[in-house]
């Protein structure tokens, strides 16, 4: 079977119709930038990194050429509730801030996450906040468009993003309802989509190495827009969908994987100077047909500032919890003194937390 009917069967080739009827539910160490980066480039595209099956097409593009620009990123935000949800324009790289806040009595086990969009004059957009609940049996965390209300109950509560009991699978919900909630509603009520499942793996080396990370969103339409997934059970959701290599309408990416650098003896990506500190919380998200083209990178730059670039078809709110989810994956918390002294050796890649 080619590439094209793979894409087909998978639904998120620009040359099929798609059905949108909602259901219910790097060779180099990261180094010092020269110089002050552009919040909202134009994605660089090696000339060897498209075909004419591309995986521009596996990310939902109508055509078999590079992304076109489709605008460029706003001054000034209007509906920043919009704004959010609304996958990158293709061909503009979305350049953020997220910011770890820690002060306060309770906040150094439940600190609060600030993402800002990144300006050329040096300004910041807010766009969102994130905190994990206090009372909850797994990871749960709540995301708002408000920096000062991070309640459920509040207007500005956008999404949330929770994790399984071992925190190693995680899935990113709009502010919809859940569905088993849902059913003694009205027949119109806005049930959750699910925007995003990410997984955490060992590798072959269990910790002795980079984790393995696989991130599944759902497909785009022929307008680039995201096809909504609402799952009415388990069986339904994004992960099961994965685990059952049920691909229809989903895209499925991955951590770029680090290459080890004899010199440095270390694993090592090239975030081009977005990224200064190592940290086992550094990665690149790709798609397997089109390694060179960042879907997301993110990165510390201090001590509880990281960046956060994403491309499309990637939206804010999906870009921001999977960056969550890199906090939280148990995966990445390890501290037995194996994996200390491997974190400290393997320093390009993943020392320090």
Not at 57 to 83: C, H, R, W, Y
Request: charged fraction near 25%; glycine fraction near 6%; include cysteine.
């Amino acid at each position: 079977m080619n590439l094209q009917d793979v894409l087909q069967k998978r639904g998120i080739s620009g040359s099929v119709n798609f059905d949108e009827e909602d259901a219910e539910e790097e060779k180099e160490e990261v180094r010092n930038p020269t110089g002050p980066p552009s919040p909202c480039s134009e994605v660089e595209r090696p000339g060897s990194a498209m075909s004419e099956k591309s995986a521009a097409q596996e990310l939902g593009a109508s055509s078999a050429v590079p992304p076109k620009t489709d605008a460029q990123m706003p001054g000034e935000i209007e509906n920043l509730e919009e704004f959010v949800l609304r996958p990158a324009p293709r061909g503009i790289t979305a350049k953020c801030r997220i910011t770890r806040d820690k002060k306060g009595i309770d906040r150094g086990l439940f600190p609060t996450y600030y993402m800002h969009l990144e300006q050329d004059d040096n300004r910041k957009i807010f766009l969102l906040a994130g905190r994990k609940r206090k009372k909850s049996k797994t990871s749960n965390y709540l995301i708002s468009i408000d920096p000062t209300d991070l309640s459920r109950e509040g207007e500005s509560f956008i999404g949330k993003l929770r994790s399984n009991l071992m925190g190693t699978k995680f899935t990113v919900y709009d502010h919809g309802i859940n569905p088993v909630k849902a059913q003694g509603l009205v027949e119109k009520a806005h049930t959750r989509q699910e925007l995003a499942a990410v997984c955490y793996e060992t590798n072959v080396l269990g910790f002795k190495g980079p984790r393995k990370m696989s991130v599944i969103i759902p497909g785009m339409n022929l307008n680039h827009q995201r096809i909504p997934i609402r799952p009415r059970n388990e069986l339904d959701s994004l992960l099961s969908k994965w685990q059952n290599k049920n691909l229809d309408n989903l895209i499925e990416l991955h951590n770029k994987a680090p290459v080890w650098n004899d010199d440095t003896q270390s694993y090592v990506l090239n975030f081009h100077g977005r990224v200064t500190q190592a940290s086992v919380k550094n990665f690149q998200i790709v798609h397997e047909n089109d390694p060179d083209y960042i879907v997301m990178q993110f990165g510390r730059v201090a001590e509880d500032v990281f960046t956060l670039d994403f491309n499309y078809p990637l939206c804010a709110l999906q870009a921001f919890a999977i960056g969550l989810s890199s906090f939280d994956s148990k995966l990445a918390c390890d501290t037995s003194p194996l994996f200390i002294f491997t974190a400290i050796r393997y320093h390009g890649y993943c020392s320090g937390m």
